[in-house]
């Protein structure tokens, strides 16, 4: 399948994205918001992966905790995975569980040799449980945190190498990260192994309302920024044509405004495919 | 560098208190990670209790809803189900001095949510012949999205009054009322019923077949409509053949 872009479905738009004459559309959804026994919202996803195809983009499994992926979140996901058919199931290099505490959020650690090990053990866990590879995404990041063995491009690369995962590169959380943390986000991007970038996440973000431009937020309330739309290019000039998604989950706008984002991504795909083709 | 769990364990502290300090907490980004758990939790409940979020307003839920989710830290990153002990949490807030309804109407938008997620199962139908009906009695259920509950309060009537738009002033008579909450044709609806409802729906939830029900429901509200409560079941699709999940897989 040749790579088109999709974006993240929000249920009120459904009459649209099933009636929307774009070509092979693509729809992801947070599987958490579909774990759920029956009733409407599980028809809902029904409707969408049967007519559409659709990616999993996990928020719960914490794989960057210390502790294993919870066995029971992995058979909800497992279930959605064997019913829904998803082309692409991701899930985030952060953590959101301590104990029996979640914290819905995706929070930072040390990239260590130690968690390194602990997080590609838990990849390997979710693999498994899933039968089949899944994508890792690079997170947004806040604060600067001490004892770093690795840089995340080294570290992301490793866990590839380890575990077979693939990558989901989120080009606005590398420019919210390499704003709020004072990195070179082309740097950023040139260091990536380009052959494990399976899946592109294009979003908005937004000022702190107290710091204002030095601490960028991962808001997803907003269009996408054109600094993000130039390393978009970037990225993409180097990887050749990669599945790409708007995401948008706050301040959600017409289905139209976001299908005009995505015909702009789809554009800069196009123009890449036929470079790559010629 | 502290092990990962370590790191996690301090990451925590510094997160849910406000007064831990150093060289994480120190940063401006820091607030970020005190917040963004927080406003998820917050999200959740307004999205669950979108009737207590109409009675108080979003400002004031916001602030109720903060100290929740505070205490009541989520044990699942499934947020559709976030809340459960919201109504009891309610109960015992300052708010029930001036709102002694608030708790039940609470109650009655959570029994929405799990008639909402409850699963999928084929309901008897009202087109039934009656005579077929009875023939299956012993093997009669409730459906997996039934749900009923007696408040000690009119707060059954003060809950569908607040899902009209916009707002009709009601003065409520100061009694309990019975509420059934079911799913007929893929959309969840809410009842205001009867204490002999209640009485007949507490014991098919407890097992009874629905003729035993019937004799209890009868035996304690002897001018009670065992035909009319029957066809009021059959109409909202809050009966089922107890192996009909079964034949639905």
């Given at each position: 399948m040749v790579p088109t872009v999709g974006i993240g479905f929000k249920p009120e738009h459904l009459e649209a994205a099933l009636r929307s004459p774009a070509d092979r559309l693509w729809l992801e959804v947070h599987p958490e918001n579909y774990m759920v026994a029956g009733g409407p919202r599980a028809a809902v996803l029904s409707a969408i992966s049967e007519a559409r195809p659709i990616s999993l983009h996990g928020v719960g499994l914490s794989l960057a905790g210390a502790a294993d992926p919870d066995p029971?979140?992995?058979?909800?996901?497992?279930?959605?995975?064997?019913?829904?058919?998803?082309?692409?199931?991701?899930?985030?290099?952060?953590?959101?569980?301590?104990?029996?505490?979640?914290?819905?959020?995706l929070l930072p650690f040390p990239r260590t040799t130690e968690a390194l090990g602990r997080i590609a053990d838990n990849i390997d866990q979710a693999q498994q449980a899933l039968g089949r590879t899944i994508l890792i995404e690079n997170p947004s990041l806040y604060v600067a945190i001490d004892g770093h063995g690795w840089t995340e491009t080294d570290f992301l690369a490793e866990l590839v190498r380890r575990t077979g995962c693939g990558l989901l590169i989120d080009v606005n959380n590398v420019h919210v990260s390499a704003n709020n943390l004072g990195y070179d986000p082309v740097d950023y991007l040139d260091a990536l192994p380009r052959e494990a970038i399976g899946e592109i996440h294009l979003a908005g973000h937004s000022h702190d309302p107290v710091h204002g431009a030095s601490l960028l937020i991962d808001s997803h309330d907003a269009s996408i920024a054109e600094p993000v739309w130039a390393l978009y290019a970037h990225?993409?000039?180097?990887?050749?044509?990669?599945?790409?998604?708007?995401?948008?989950?706050?301040?959600?706008?017409?289905?139209a405004e976001l299908m005009a984002e995505r015909d702009r991504a789809a554009s800069v795909l196009a123009a890449t495919s036929e470079m790559v083709d010629a | 560098?502290?092990?990962?769990?370590?790191?996690?364990?301090?990451?925590?502290?510094?997160?849910?208190?406000?007064?831990?300090?150093?060289?994480?907490?120190?940063?401006?980004?820091?607030?970020?990670?005190?917040?963004?758990?927080?406003?998820?939790?917050?999200?959740?409940?307004?999205?669950?209790?979108?009737?207590?979020?109409?009675?108080?307003?979003?400002?004031?839920?916001?602030?109720?809803?903060?100290?929740?989710?505070?205490?009541?830290?989520?044990?699942?990153?499934?947020?559709?189900?976030?809340?459960?002990?919201?109504?009891?949490?309610?109960a015992a807030s300052p708010l029930a001095d001036d709102l002694p309804y608030l708790a039940n109407v609470?109650?009655?938008?959570?029994?929405?949510?799990?008639?909402?997620?409850?699963?999928?199962?084929?309901?008897?139908?009202?087109?039934?012949?009656?005579?077929?009906?009875?023939?299956?009695?012993?093997?009669?259920?409730?459906?997996p999205a039934s749900r009923h509950l007696w408040l000690d309060t009119p707060a059954a009537t003060i809950w569908l009054a607040h899902q009209q738009a916009p707002f009709k002033a009601i003065e409520p008579v100061w009694q309990g009322e019975g509420v059934h909450v079911?799913?007929?044709?893929?959309?969840?609806?809410?009842?205001?019923?009867?204490?002999?409802?209640?009485?007949?729906?507490?014991?098919?939830?407890?097992?009874?077949?629905?003729?035993?029900?019937?004799?209890?429901?009868?035996a304690a509200f002897t001018d009670a409509d065992l035909a009319e409560t029957f066809a009021r079941l059959l109409h909202c699709s809050a009966l089922m053949l107890s192996d009909a999940s079964k034949e639905h897989q």
């Open positions: 029971s979140h992995l058979r909800r996901l497992r279930a959605l995975v064997d019913r829904h058919a998803p082309f692409l199931v991701s899930e985030h290099l952060a953590w959101s569980r301590m104990g029996d505490t979640c914290f819905p959020d990225l993409i000039a180097r990887t050749g044509p990669v599945p790409t998604l708007i995401e948008r989950d706050d301040n959600i706008p017409a289905f | 560098m502290p092990d990962l769990a370590s790191f996690q364990s301090g990451f925590v502290d510094a997160m849910v208190d406000p007064a831990v300090t150093g060289a994480l907490a120190a940063q401006p980004g820091f607030a970020v990670y005190r917040n963004t758990p927080l406003k998820a939790g917050v999200d959740a409940l307004i999205a669950n209790y979108p009737t207590i979020d109409t009675i108080l307003g979003n400002e004031a839920f916001g602030a109720v809803g903060l100290i929740y989710a505070r205490q009541f830290r989520p044990v699942s990153p499934i947020l559709c189900d976030y809340g459960a002990g919201f109504a009891d949490f309610l609470a109650r009655i938008d959570r029994l929405w949510t799990e008639a909402f997620f409850a699963a999928d199962a084929p309901a008897l139908s009202p087109a039934l012949d009656t005579e077929l009906i009875a023939s299956l009695a012993d093997r009669i259920v409730l459906h079911t799913r007929p044709k893929g959309a969840v609806a809410v009842e205001m019923v009867s204490a002999a409802d209640i009485v007949l729906l507490d014991a098919l939830a407890g097992g009874a077949t629905i003729l035993a029900a019937a004799e209890v429901m009868l």
